[in-house]
């Protein structure tokens, strides 16, 4: 048996994260091995086993709803369980229903959430190079979307292939080339231009991306 610790740092997270994301199979198997977690950190006490079960239904129904899950339905649902989890008189019932409850939740998580992620991720973009001047932040985006940052943070490298922030610095080196070509600017008004309050930072960036200065890429 892993050690206690894992019910507490390791397996509820993931278990929640596998809801969120639709994954069936891995939340299960995260289930099971916490449901044995439980029954030992609780020394077979059926009741205070139930205890720490509803709290896990808690979690897991919170990962639904950023699933994409209704928030109605989850919540009359999440009662309804949870009384009949009380009414239950061993412990194999309680392990038969979490995972019940789960397969519940795995259910109402939106069908089309990859094509929905990836329309998400695609207009952020497209508001991105329009705005790169003015770029929000990933936090911003998830807020308004009402999506937890870490799932539209693992949504965005996974469709892009690359990071929310990678993908703002490769927009604004684009632009940059060719303002550098086609304009006079300075390179201290093309990076204010492009939202970036440190020409140095923006030098860095830069060179990273293309191998040269501002300076040497326009003489080139």
Same mark, same amino acid.
């Given at each position: 048996?892993?050690?206690?610790?894992?019910?507490?740092?390791?397996? #509820? &997270?993931?278990?929640?994260?596998?809801?969120?994301?639709?994954?069936?199979?891995?939340?299960?198997? @995260?289930?099971?091995?916490?449901?044995?977690?439980?029954?030992?950190?609780?020394?077979?006490?059926?009741?205070?086993?139930?205890?720490?079960?509803?709290?896990?239904?808690?979690?897991?129904?919170?990962?639904?709803?950023?699933?994409?899950?209704?928030?109605?339905?989850?919540?009359?649902?999440?009662?309804?369980?949870?009384?009949?989890?009380?009414? #239950?008189?061993?412990?194999?019932?309680?392990?038969?229903?979490?995972?019940?409850?789960?397969?519940?939740?795995?259910?109402?998580?939106?069908?089309?959430?990859?094509?929905?992620?990836?329309?998400? /991720?695609?207009?952020?973009?497209?508001?991105?190079?329009?705005?790169?001047?003015?770029?929000?932040?990933?936090?911003?985006?998830?807020? @308004?979307?009402?999506?937890?940052?870490?799932?539209?943070?693992?949504?965005?490298?996974? /469709?892009?292939?690359?990071?929310?922030?990678?993908?703002?610095?490769?927009?604004?080196?684009?632009?940059?080339?060719?303002?550098?070509?086609?304009?006079?600017?300075?390179?201290?008004?093309?990076? @204010?231009?492009?939202?970036?309050?440190? &020409?140095?930072?923006?030098?860095?960036?830069?060179?990273?991306?293309?191998?040269?200065? &501002?300076?040497?890429?326009?003489?080139?």
């Amino acid at each position: 048996m892993r050690s206690n610790t894992r019910y507490q740092w390791d397996l #509820l &997270p993931r278990l929640a994260m596998h809801i969120e994301r639709g994954y069936g199979d891995k939340a299960h198997r @995260e289930l099971k091995e916490l449901l044995e977690t439980v029954n030992l950190q609780s020394e077979a006490n059926l009741m205070l086993s139930k205890m720490r079960c509803a709290q896990i239904m808690s979690t897991c129904m919170r990962a639904a709803r950023l699933g994409g899950a209704s928030s109605t339905n989850l919540l009359n649902e999440h009662f309804f369980e949870l009384a009949q989890l009380s009414r #239950l008189q061993t412990w194999t019932a309680c392990k038969r229903r979490m995972h019940r409850y789960v397969d519940l939740l795995l259910g109402q998580i939106d069908d089309d959430e990859s094509d929905r992620m990836h329309r998400i /991720i695609a207009s952020i973009c497209e508001e991105l190079c329009s705005s790169i001047q003015s770029a929000r932040s990933l936090s911003q985006y998830a807020q @308004e979307l009402e999506l937890s940052e870490g799932h539209l943070s693992r949504s965005f490298s996974e /469709i892009r292939g690359r990071s929310f922030s990678e993908e703002i610095r490769l927009i604004r080196i684009q632009k940059a080339k060719h303002l550098l070509i086609e304009t006079d600017n300075s390179v201290q008004s093309i990076a @204010e231009s492009l939202g970036v309050a440190s &020409p140095s930072q923006f030098i860095a960036d830069f060179r990273h991306e293309t191998g040269m200065t &501002p300076g040497q890429y326009r003489k080139a």
